[in-house]
């Protein structure tokens, strides 16, 4: 038990953290229009299969730009 909780080090959450930065750097503008696009799913009065569907169909644009 010890061993495994010695393995989840804090460092490695940091290190994972600055990698998934890392991963989007230079995307912030495609980051930033997903983010509002999804708030604004929040605010409008969807339904939840549309609201699924339009997440899905964004999730698909963003890693097809990729």
């Known amino acids: 038990m010890a061993k495994t909780l010695a393995l989840a080090k804090p460092c490695d959450a940091k290190h994972r953290k600055h990698r998934l930065f890392e991963n989007f750097k230079g995307r ?15 605010l ?5 299969l549309d609201k699924q569907a339009l997440i899905l169909a964004s999730a698909d644009k963003f890693t097809d730009s990729q």
Do not use: C, G, M
């Open 28 to 42: 912030e503008n495609e980051i930033l229009n997903l983010t509002d696009f999804l708030f604004t799913l929040k």
């Open 44 to 48: 409008r009065k969807i339904s939840s």
